[in-house]
């Protein structure tokens, strides 16, 4: 038994020696109990640093990902502003034109009520004429 405790100690002083880190990861040369067990801690820290990396590109990942859907919203939106403004411009379009068919049936009935009052005054006009002549108008009654 005593062998066996020999050369695990020889083995704990070689590792002391060499400064690897004990289990509560501080590295010494020196140490005055028996070594647990003993960590690597390069790598650790490429693990660490794996982890950092790892965190970052999911970071920026989600970054992307969202400027994705920014940009799917801001297409969505101008699509829509595209066809809002197309559907405005129709339906002004088309509102003019009913304006315009209106003024015109409304110019005809102004029309046809100035040359009924021309075609009044003319006839008041010539029948004044007609009488100063001493004729008149020929009316057939029905």
């Known amino acids: 038994m005593e062998a066996s405790r020999s050369r695990s100690s020889a083995a704990v002083a070689g590792q002391q020696q060499q400064g690897t880190a004990t289990a509560a990861g501080l590295t010494s040369k020196h140490a005055t109990g028996p070594v647990l067990r003993t960590v690597d801690l390069s ?5 660490a640093a794996r982890i950092k990396y790892d965190e970052e590109m999911a970071a920026r990942e989600k970054d992307i990902r969202n400027m994705e859907i920014s940009n799917m919203i801001s297409n969505w939106s101008s699509s829509l502003d595209e066809r809002s403004h197309s559907k405005t411009a129709r339906r002004h379009e ?17 029309r046809k009520t100035q040359m009924k009052e021309l075609f009044a005054r003319e ?12 004729v008149t108008f020929y009316k057939e009654r029905i």
């Open 94 to 110: 088309s509102t003019k034109k009913e304006e315009m068919r209106l003024a015109g049936h409304e110019l005809t009935a102004l």
């Open 43 to 47: 790598g650790q820290r490429r693990q």
């Open 123 to 134: 006839e008041e006009q010539y029948r004044r004429e007609f009488e100063e002549r001493g």
